[in-house]
């Protein structure tokens, strides 16, 4: 690995531009919007405001796993925000002033509400429906422990790891060692607690798993960084086991497709509206109906 040359800090840091890698067009040490630009709403209560990253895919699949329940008024409008300079816009920022998807507006009562952080999104649409969310007692304590641990973990696996080992612009053996030795640990975490339960609450399927699964599920399935076999994923069985049984969810397939950009054209929904938008509206059907001058 080629190493860095030394660096001393200097007595005040400044802003560089030149030094932000491959997000250095975006990434900006101040708040705020740089543009004026409103966010579109329709015809749902729920206006969902994402892109498909992990953070993004933990509400898309929770509002799938609602209507799945029968909980229609989930039901739910999902707009596209790019990371390249929208989530800035006078709009979004008014929804999210930490300027990062996922953010949720519910129009639902008198007062519409702003929700932002995956998490607290999570743990808002579970109270408002009364679902994947134990109410009380030891199973309440572990879901909600579990979602705060993935709260707290995966900076290390997304702004550490991953930002090391796929995006820095120079490979530094230090970082990456550290950040790998950290996730694996994580991932050690995670097999012992489901190496006796069958989901990480102790009891049902919960916003614990939900949270948890795009994260840890990708990168057991190879999906994330491209580093499966780097990091020896495999060797987590229980993992593994957990990482097939969630993916397999009806929800969940639909769920990962939501504001989806990047892989198969079949495995991109843009926009989501309307429950038929997954038959009608994927990016290989629109790029179909173009074609053939529909």
Known sequence: MTEPSAYEPPKVWTWNKENGGRFASTNRPIAGPTHDKELPV?????????????????????????????????????????????????????VNPNSKIPALMDHSGPTPIRVFESGSILVYLAEKF?????????????????????????????????????????KIEYAIDRFAMEVKRQFDVLDRRLADNEYLSGGDYSIADIAVWPWYGALAKGLLYGAGEFLSVGDYKHVQRWTEAIAKRPAVVRGRMVNRIFGEPSS????????SDFDTRTQDRIGEAAASGA
């Open 42 to 94: 329709g015809r749902h209560p729920l206006q969902l405001y994402s892109l498909a990253t992990p953070n993004g895919v933990k509400v898309t699949v929770m509002l799938e796993e609602l209507l799945a329940l029968g909980h229609t008024g989930a039901e739910y409008d999902a707009w596209l925000i790019k990371i390249d300079g929208n989530q800035f816009g006078s709009g979004f920022v008014a």
């Open 130 to 170: 009364g679902a994947l969310l134990p109410t009380s007692g030891q199973l309440r304590a572990e879901c909600l422990s579990w979602l705060f641990w993935q709260m707290g973990s995966a900076p290390y696996l997304g702004g550490g790891f991953g930002h090391f080992y796929a995006y820095a612009p120079i």
């Open 268 to 275: 991109q929904l843009h926009e989501r509206h309307d429950a």
